[in-house]
């Protein structure tokens, strides 16, 4: 059939022009990740020194209970921070793509947070949260008066959590408003007249019409966060150290106190084997690529 | 089912006006043919109704209620699309019973209405597909379906045969008959198909450039269309026109006179204030003298004699022949039997009752007008 042959041809030719890539992420990529997994059997010393331990960076790791805290407080976050930032694209997108005055200027705007540096708006949204200065414990304990007590809740690690959260949500969520408005603006207009003579009302068309139209890249979008916030560091440290996801146990696990870059190593090595297995059941399963 | 009414109704793309005072009364059960050139306003006009389109001015009303302001989900119409508009991600069956169970059919309805509508319009193999692997003119059963399986107040239909081989269309036109004659169906039927526009209609409206040019049944349009425009665009092939001078009591015209006296419906007096008037005759209407078909003393024929034959078109049934009339390029159908060819000198009779007399002003109204 002529179809396969162009086909075949076309793999042909990707080959050749992804040769010379995945050499160069072989060694990017590949090199460090099998340094890794071999560090993860040795006690490593600040000098440099190593010491084959076996097993025992793992056994460590799996018998200490900051590490089950931190696998939990992740849990937290990727759902809380995966679900938020692509109900709030959605709900951007389906909003920007309605006609209104000024409609350019808006879908410019919303990109904005995702486009400023995290060192910046981080001090910001600590001040927000300041609990003597702060707009927040003005607003809640002055304004509102919904309590008594000033609140230090990026102070608190289970309140910063939270916080952390919707920072992240605040932040990312362009991203998925950006890929899901530009797969919005190509569904035919005329499935929604169709779907309005079959008796739907607006929300039924959304339903019916709008989610099914966006299933593969809203799937995308949310494949798409959990990597990035699975290995989310800079938001969370920036902002609220005391909040332990599994990237901030590492790096206190690696750096921090006692240096144990054997067991930081272990951690990697759990974490990659659980992403690349979350991946494959979520794109096999989920997805039915 | 419920009757449509538009009143005045006017509709515009920023200043410019693409239908343009549109009265028209579809009776409860009855069903309108909608045609015109492309373009007209035909598609907007039903999308008007449909609640798709808002109307710059004016009023639509489905049954005894206005509906301007009414939304289409809650109006109770179905619908074919022009450009079918399924459901890329439901298949064939769900696409056809989406509206109806929406509509809150019971599950036996839905299965009756389903296996219906799918025989009809033989879809039995396909329901399982997704509407990515049908051809073009099974997707526009599948709409079809879609909208025939619902039970609406008022059916609009959007050139819905126009992508079917004939023998399929055919199929589907006696269908569309019987059904509407089953359920007495309230319908706009929009189309390009003359016979189509001919056999479904109760009633046909020409529409151009956003105007209502005629409503009538389909013999009133053939047989007495209100003016030149209406005259050329219904029929096929096209209505011959000649310019003629009235001369005393005859519209002369080249080497010929035709006694005005012997057409049907002319008022002399009337005539007398014409200088000159275009004679409007259908291919269909001439018959080859050699064959002196059904002629009778009491026939109110004429004659055009020394006709030179400039081409002749065999369709199997007929045959089309073209040649000049008062340096005219006319047209005539013909017998089967007419044996007549290329570059022959042959005389043509035409049944003077079915003359008609328009006259010269732009909008080439009807001058003989009367009972079809
Ligand atoms: N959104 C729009 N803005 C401006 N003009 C439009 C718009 N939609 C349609 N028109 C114009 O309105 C006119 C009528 O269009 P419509 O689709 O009703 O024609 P139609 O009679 O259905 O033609 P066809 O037989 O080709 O389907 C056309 O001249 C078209 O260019
Ligand atoms: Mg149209």
């Known amino acids: 059939m002529a179809s396969s042959i162009l086909i075949k041809n076309e793999a042909r030719l990707g080959l050749k022009m992804v040769a010379p890539a995945i050499g160069i992420i072989g060694l990017l990529v590949i090199y460090p990740i099998l340094f890794n997994i071999y560090l993860s059997f040795f006690d490593v010393q600040l000098n440099g020194t190593k010491t084959f331990v076996g097993l025992d960076n793992y056994s460590d790791l799996l018998g200490n209970p900051r590490y089950y805290h931190s696998i939990g407080v992740s849990v937290i976050y990727l759902l809380g921070t995966v679900i938020g930032t692509t109900v709030l694209g959605l709900a951007a ?117 709008t989610l099914p139209e966006l299933k593969f890249v809203i799937a995308t979008v949310v494949l798409l966060r959990i990597i990035w916030n699975l290995n989310r560091f800079e938001d969370v440290y920036l902002l609220a150290p005391n909040v332990e996801t599994l990237p901030i146990f590492t790096y206190y696990q690696a750096f921090a106190g006692i240096v144990d870059q054997g067991g930081a190593a272990a951690i990697s090595v759990i974490q990659l084997l659980v992403l690349v297995g979350l991946i494959w059941l979520y794109v096999r399963k989920v997805l039915k690529w | ?61 489905i049954g005894d209620r206005a509906i301007n302001d009414l939304p289409p989900h809650k109006r109770n119409i179905a619908m074919v699309f022009q450009n079918y508009a399924l459901y890329p991600h439901m298949s064939v069956r769900e696409n056809i019973v989406f509206g109806l169970k929406k509509s809150g059919a019971d599950a036996q309805t839905i299965k009756r209405k389903l ?76 189309t390009h198909d003359q016979i189509e526009a001919m056999t479904l209609g109760d009633r046909v409206v020409v529409m151009r450039d956003g105007v209502v040019e005629q409503v009538g049944t389909p013999m009133e349009i053939y047989l007495q269309p209100t003016n030149t425009f209406v005259a050329t665009f219904i029929g096929s092939p096209a209505m011959n026109l000649f310019e003629a001078k009235i001369e005393g009591e005859d519209l002369v015209f080249d080497k010929y006179r035709i006694p005005a006296s012997k057409i049907a419906n002319v008022d002399m007096h009337n005539l007398a204030s014409h200088e000159t008037v275009l004679v409007g005759i259908r291919p269909d209407f001439f018959e080859d003298s050699a064959l002196s078909l059904k002629r009778s003393p009491s026939d109110n024929l004429f004659e055009f004699n020394d006709i030179e034959v400039d081409l002749v078109e065999n369709l199997g049934f007929d045959k089309e022949i073209m040649f000049k009339l008062g340096g005219e390029d006319a047209k005539a159908r013909l017998d089967l039997r007419s044996h007549v060819q290329r570059q022959e000198n042959i005389s043509l009779s035409v049944d003077l009752n079915r003359v008609l007399l328009f006259d010269t002003s732009p909008q080439g109204m009807l001058i003989n007008a009367g009972e079809v």
């Open chain 2, 1 to 61: 089912m419920s009757s449509v009414i538009l009143r005045n109704v006017n509709k515009s793309y920023g200043n410019l006006p693409i239908v343009k005072n549109l009265n028209l009364e579809v009776k409860d059960g009855e069903f309108v043919v909608l045609v015109g050139p492309s373009g007209c306003g035909k598609s907007t006009t039903l999308r008007m109704v449909a609640g798709l389109e808002d109307i710059t001015q004016g009023d639509i009303q």
């Open chain 1, 93 to 209: 997108a389906v909003l920007m793509n309605q006609e209104f005055h000024f409609r350019n200027i808006a879908r410019g705007l919303i990109l904005l947070p995702y486009f400023a540096p995290v060192i910046s708006v981080v001090f910001g949204w600590q001040f927000i949260f300041d609990p003597v200065n702060g707009i927040y414990n003005h607003v809640v304990v002055d304004v509102l008066h919904l309590t008594d007590t000033r609140e230090n809740l990026i102070g608190n690690p289970d309140s910063a959590l939270f916080v952390v959260i919707l920072f992240d949500i605040w932040k990312h969520f362009p991203i998925a408003y950006l890929l899901l408005l530009a797969k919005l603006q190509s569904v035919p207009k005329d499935l929604y007249e169709a779907a309005a003579i079959d008796g739907q009302n607006a929300w039924g068309r959304f339903w019916h019409v």
């Open chain 2, 115 to 190: 296996a219906d509508v799918s025989e009809m319009l033989k879809l039995d193999d396909y329901l399982d597909r997704k509407p990515a692997d049908l051809s073009g003119g099974q997707r526009q059963r599948v709409a079809m379906g879609r909208a025939l399986a619902r039970d609406a107040d008022v059916y609009l239909f959007d050139e819905p045969l126009s992508n079917l081989d004939a023998k399929l269309r055919h199929h589907m036109r006696t269908e569309i008959a019987r059904i509407q004659h089953q359920y007495n169906m309230t319908a706009i039927y929009v």
